[in-house]
């Protein structure tokens, strides 16, 4: 039963670019939601998406957008990188959405600004 | 706001030694609360989850949690701890919606 799988693992830019990162639900997951995780810090909710749609968002700017497509996988853009915007960026998928929910989370995307 | 916090940032026992971890939350209405562990190089596991009837919970690996609503509190324990529960913890709540706070995290160091 494949978990949640994330794309690149790693990624390095520098301030100004733009980035895409990808996130693949665990198998008969609907909804993907996207963290921040600074260093020494705890997940900070993004966003999460649930039929293609963005259901809630969390304080963050413009910059951050995502897409979810229709075979539920999702990506999490970021444009106008900034080098605070260095962090772990974590998916989590559930099924369905809603508070009681537990989520199942990928490995993360490490991405580094320069 | 919202808010999760966690009372201790590195919590270092020895093995067999019993373990509490804090978490308390600032808001006073109906939440869902979770207990997540990262293992050194692993990704974010749930441990227990807390949504409504008995308050305390148990979880996997011998981990528990009471969830006392007039402290906002859902502390986690274990009565006797492994080298193998080495690891970061984060207390997460949900306060309606789709929206999931966590704590900035514990890290547990047991001494072998």
């Known amino acids: 039963d494949a978990g949640v799988t994330q794309s690149p693992t790693h990624l390095i830019k520098t301030r100004g670019q733009q980035v895409t990162l990808r996130c693949s639900p665990k198998s008969g997951h609907d909804t993907v939601s996207w963290y921040q995780q600074a260093l020494g810090q705890g997940p900070q909710f993004i966003f999460q998406?649930?039929?293609?749609?963005?259901?809630q968002r969390g304080n963050f700017p413009d910059r951050f957008s995502g897409h979810q497509f229709p075979n539920y996988s999702s990506e999490l853009n970021v444009n106008a990188l900034l080098l605070g915007d260095s962090a772990l960026y974590l998916c989590?998928?559930?099924?369905?959405?809603?508070?009681?929910?537990?989520?199942?989370f990928g490995d993360g995307t490490r991405l580094s600004i320069l | 706001a919202q808010s999760v916090s966690q009372h201790n940032h590195h919590v270092i026992l020895s093995e067999a030694a019993s373990l509490e971890l804090g978490c308390n939350y600032s808001y006073g209405g109906t939440v869902n609360l979770f207990w997540y562990v990262q293992y050194p190089g692993q990704h974010l596991q749930l441990l227990l989850k807390y949504f409504s009837g008995d308050p305390l919970v148990k979880g996997i690996k011998g981990f528990e949690a009471e969830f006392i609503k007039s402290k906002f509190s859902f502390n986690l324990r274990k009565p006797s701890v492994q080298w193998s529960d080495t690891a970061e913890y984060f207390c997460?709540?949900?306060?309606?919606?789709?929206?999931?706070?966590f704590g900035p995290g514990t890290r547990l160091s047991v001494l072998p």
């Open positions: 997460a709540v949900n306060f309606g919606g789709q929206n999931f706070v």
């Open positions: 998406y649930y039929e293609e749609e963005e259901r």
């Open positions: 989590a998928s559930s099924l369905a959405t809603g508070g009681n929910q537990p989520q199942h």
